[in-house]
């Protein structure tokens, strides 16, 4: 054979008796090649003595050996020839494959199924029949950098993660191809999609087919100091889903008193355009509160954009007034709660004691340890209720556990204390579970405020009225606190419970009565009923005539020519106008009448509220309009509250020296994430392929 016919390295002259094995070898090579009918693949399994190859290696390279006997070996991916002799190993190998750029692109490729033909221009996240179809299978360096922007808000990490060592490897491994970027580089990634979806945002509020209500609180971070005031926009959509959106994150200047607030809200309001949409406002019960709501609605009522005069624009946190209600009553016996705050102090902060009463809990009294005793918050009523339900729940363990440590007996509960625990645990139970459900964000809370604050209300009566115990020297003070907040029950939201077809003005009427009497009660339901109608008389001005589709449809079609050529003079068609439309604000009002006399829904049922309306809005189109706005009014200011917890991730003792711009873009944008469940059509804000 010739030099130029072997294609090897270097021509063979004297050949050495080792040469000649390497090519009897070699030749014993191709005859395995040439009987397997010339496949390739078939050439890397077999040794130069052709038994079979057992690396792995194989199937990504293909070995070959050159005449001069040296055994090569090239990568089927990026085409590069190492040394494969047998003294060599394949550790070597190993080590490249797993290095090799070429390969990992060709791995990710493996998991993409073609389908739908070869110029099929499919969207992420689109599927043709049951297969996925992806053009290019490497995402764009732009979709990478908006996911990674995604993944670091939506989780609240730090920037600097992105130029960790180990992130950068996961990144080589999972999209080899992208240059990594530089914390500075992250963060203007998020701010710069902040403002894109801020305009997302701002469309959806636009588009709201009802008026806007707010919460708002504040918040001062205590590793900057800084206060924050957080304004949220709840309202109900087209397609009668609650929506809430935070809209303002923003640093405070020091020492900024109501009126101050009140200009920051306007500023927001004048930003997002919406300051003609104001339904009302949920703050808490602090003081400069009342003089903002007093600005604000000063300034919106110049505008003439607030219904009623602002009536209803201010309302308190509900919330916030049963914690005020609690807290009357439990300083009242804080022997009680201050002993087994103590003791459940001592057992946290001794690891040993605590090890070995889990140990006693778990299997002397076979009680679930995945339960742990709760230390409360004092200014926090609900973890003072949290704190007495765990520590009855461990009652016999943390009897038999004091009764053999000396230095706890002094924190041991007489059998009239565990009464006491016991007792006030029950009645608070009431207040805790109210308080959780005006907590809700994601469900209407409106229409359950009058039926919490009823049960509140009867609790705390029927307590009064009861034999002296140990609960009533706590009921007075909360009875005292109850009237100056809730002696009237809140008018707007007391309508609100009409909206709820399971109850309606009648059931309203009839748990009013039962607590108070029915002259009481027929009063109240007066004040609901004129309320409701002063509303929809608001209401009939922004529609006009109702339509076809509304239930209040005359059946007789008058246009302007049959009326000029059935009257000689102007005055008979004025008067046909007037008395038509006294006509009309009447048959607007039997709405109202139409709905309260239908049958009301099963009590017991679980009734979608929203839904219910939705598929009613075609009936009652006005009423409907009304219920859409008051049911999207929250009755607390939790979420905006919510936020707050959000604000301490975001701002760490490591990340204090973010601007509060950057603070702002990346509180808001994780909310807007998180309600949008981060759906393609929305991170990019419009369907887009994120191929290349």
């Known amino acids: 054979m010739s030099p130029d ?8 002259r004297d050949s050495s008796p080792s040469q000649m094995r390497s090519m009897e070898d070699h030749n014993i090579e191709r005859e395995a090649h040439n009987s397997e009918g010339g496949d390739q693949s078939n050439t890397n399994q077999f040794t130069l003595k052709g038994k079979k190859l057992k690396s792995d290696v194989w199937d990504d390279m293909d070995r070959d050996v050159l005449d001069d006997g040296v055994i090569r070996a090239t990568c089927h991916h990026c085409k590069k020839t190492l040394t494969a002799n047998s003294k060599s190993g394949t550790s070597h190998l190993k080590r490249h494959l797993s290095q090799c750029a070429s390969r990992k692109y060709n791995n990710l490729k493996s998991y993409c199924i073609v389908g739908g033909g070869g110029d099929s221009q499919l969207e992420c996240g689109t599927k043709i029949g049951n297969t996925m179809s992806l053009n290019r299978p490497l995402p764009t360096t732009s979709a990478i950098r908006e996911a990674m922007s995604v993944f670091f808000v939506s989780c609240a990490l730090p920037f600097s993660l992105v130029e960790a060592p180990g992130f950068k490897h996961f990144m080589s491994v999972i999209a080899p ?53 957080c304004v949220t926009a709840h309202w109900i959509d087209k397609s009668w889903k609650l929506q809430k959106r935070i809209i303002k994150f923003a640093a405070l200047p020091p020492s900024l008193d109501g009126s101050s607030l009140a200009d920051e809200i306007l500023l927001c309001f004048g930003e997002w355009k919406i300051g003609d949409k104001v339904f009302s406002f949920t703050v808490d019960n602090a003081s400069y509160n009342d003089t903002m709501m007093t600005s604000l609605k000063r300034h919106l009522l110049r505008k003439n954009t607030l219904l009623m005069n ?4 201010h309302i308190r946190c509900s919330c916030h007034i049963i ?27 001794s690891m040993p004691k605590n090890k070995k009463f889990y140990e006693i809990a778990s299997t002397t009294f076979s009680l679930n340890t995945t339960k742990k005793l709760r230390l409360d918050t004092p200014i926090r009523w609900n973890s003072t209720f949290t704190m007495l339900d765990r520590f009855l729940y461990f009652r016999d363990a943390i009897d038999s556990f004091v009764s053999k440590n000396v230095d706890l007996k002094c924190y041991r509960l007489t059998e009239e204390e565990w009464t006491k625990v016991g007792q006030l645990k029950k009645f608070l139970q009431v207040f805790f579970d109210v308080t959780n459900d005006f907590s809700a964000s994601k469900t209407p809370t409106s229409n359950i405020y009058f039926c919490g604050v009823w049960k509140i209300h009867k609790l705390l009566k029927k307590t009064a009225a009861a034999p002296p115990s140990i609960l009533s020297n706590m009921v007075s003070e909360m009875q005292l606190k109850f009237q100056k907040y809730w002696e009237d029950y809140n008018l707007i939201l007391s309508c609100a419970a009409v909206f709820d077809p399971r109850l309606k003005l009648d059931g309203v009427g009839f748990l009013y009565k039962k607590l108070l009497g029915e002259e009481s009660g027929d009063v109240f339901v007066h004040k609901i009923k004129t309320t409701l109608v002063e509303l929809l008389d608001e209401y009939k001005g922004a529609f006009g005539e109702v339509g076809e589709s509304g239930q209040n449809t005359s059946s007789s079609h008058f246009n302007s020519s049959m009326l000029q050529s059935e009257f000689d003079s102007g005055s008979d068609e004025e008067d046909l106008y007037q008395f038509m439309s006294k006509k009309r604000k009447a048959e607007i009002k039997s709405e109202l ?7 009301p829904l099963n009590m017991k049922d679980d009734v979608n509220v929203l839904q219910f309306w939705k598929r009613n809005s075609s009936r009652f189109v006005i009423l409907s309009s009304l ?28 990340r204090s020296s973010l601007s509060p711009t950057t603070v702002e873009a990346l509180a808001c944008y994780e909310d807007w ?3 949008a469940g981060f759906e393609p059509e929305f ?4 369907k887009k392929n994120i191929y290349a």
């Open 310 to 313: 602002g009536k209803f624009v």
């Open 323 to 349: 914690n005020l209600v609690v807290q009357a009553g439990l300083k009242l016996i804080d022997d009680c709660i201050l002993k087994i705050r103590k003791m459940v102090t001592h057992l946290k902060h």
């Open 627 to 654: 219920a859409r706005d008051i049911l999207s009014l929250p009755v607390s200011t939790v979420p905006s509250e919510s936020a707050f917890s959000l604000g301490k991730k975001i701002i760490t003792p490591s």
């Open 593 to 599: 009448d139409l709905y309260l006399d239908e049958k």
């Open 673 to 675: 994430l998180r309600a």
């Open 683 to 686: 991170l990019s804000g419009q």
């Open 177 to 229: 191809q992208f240059q990594q970027v530089s914390r500075m580089t992250i963060k203007r990634d998020a701010v710069s999609n902040y403002k894109t979806h801020k305009a997302i945002v701002a469309q959806e509020l636009d588009s709201a087919p009802g008026r806007i209500c707010f919460t708002t609180d504040n918040w001062r971070s205590e590793h900057t100091s800084d206060e924050f005031m």
């Open 5 to 12: 016919q072997s294609g090897s390295s270097a021509p063979i």
